[in-house]
T-cell receptor, first 114, second 115 residues
Framework: DTEVTQTPKHLVMGMTNKKSLKCEQH?????MYWYKQKAKKPPELMFV???????INESVPSRFSPECPNSSLLNLHLHALQPEDSALYLC?????????????FGPGTRLTVL | AQTVTQSQPEMSVQEAETVTLSCTYD???????LFWYKQPPSRQMILVIR??????QNATENRFSVNFQKAAKSFSLKISDSQLGDAAMYFC????????????FGKGITLSVRP
């Protein structure tokens, strides 16, 4: 079973709202990732958690705040976003620590910022 | 730095025919993985096939196979007996096996399948 789940599927928010994206995996994977993807472009890495610790932050603006409450769960907290932040947000996980092994992706959350 | 190049932005194939998607990469490392991911219009990124660089044998998954040429740094994907459900964007990706490495994607290729 290589399932990564993400909620919600779609999210529309105003620039003053606070919302959160959720990602979950029950495969015992030790690394979890957040990517941002614009239409017809490859995913861009945002954050990596390895063994529940933040190991990579790709100079992402502070209006995006990741959280890893436990080894199965990854959140992305959103606050004061801009319209250019509208994109598909993908979560992924891999069995070994960060950078090692195959990454399996969730279905994504399509975010629209008005 | 590692780079992955997919030079063709679009390709089209007739249903039941065979199509090959090209990918080249640049690295100074000897131990790495290469992947092909498929992303249909539903947007779920799905792993198609994986190749470990130390393996000489080309990976195969049902109708999907790769031609891995390590010296030439080439990693093409062959889809046999193309089906309508194969229509998607395909990304080639590279991952060094060392610590703190990041998955590097090509720009992707959009494959359409003609009935």
């Amino acid at each position: 079973d290589t399932e990564v789940t993400q909620t919600p599927k779609h999210l529309v928010m105003g620039m003053t709202n606070k919302k959160s994206l959720k990602c979950e995996q029950h495969m015992g994977h030790r690394a979890m990732y957040w990517y941002k993807q614009k239409a017809k472009k490859p995913p861009e890495l945002m954050f990596v958690y390895s063994y529940e610790k933040l190991s990579i932050n790709e100079s992402v603006p502070s209006r995006f705040s990741p959280e890893c409450p436990n080894s199965s769960l990854l959140n992305l907290h959103l606050h004061a976003l801009q319209p250019e932040d509208s994109a598909l947000y993908l979560c992924a996980s891999s069995q070994e620590g960060q950078g090692r092994g195959t990454q399996y992706f969730g279905p994504g959350t399509r975010l629209t910022v008005l | 730095a590692q780079t992955v190049t997919q030079s063709q932005p679009e390709m089209s194939v007739q249903e039941a025919e065979t199509v090959t998607l090209s990918c080249t990469y640049d690295t100074s490392e000897s131990d790495y993985y290469l992947f092909w991911y498929k992303q249909p219009p539903s947007r779920q990124m799905i792993l198609v096939i994986r190749q470990e660089a130390y393996k000489q044998q080309n990976a195969t998954e049902n109708r999907f196979s790769v031609n891995f040429q390590k010296a030439a740094k080439s990693f093409s994907l062959k889809i046999s007996d193309s089906q309508l459900g194969d229509a998607a964007m395909y990304f080639c990706a590279y991952l060094y096996t060392g610590a703190n490495s990041k998955l590097t994607f090509g720009k992707g290729i959009t494959l359409s399948v003609r009935p």
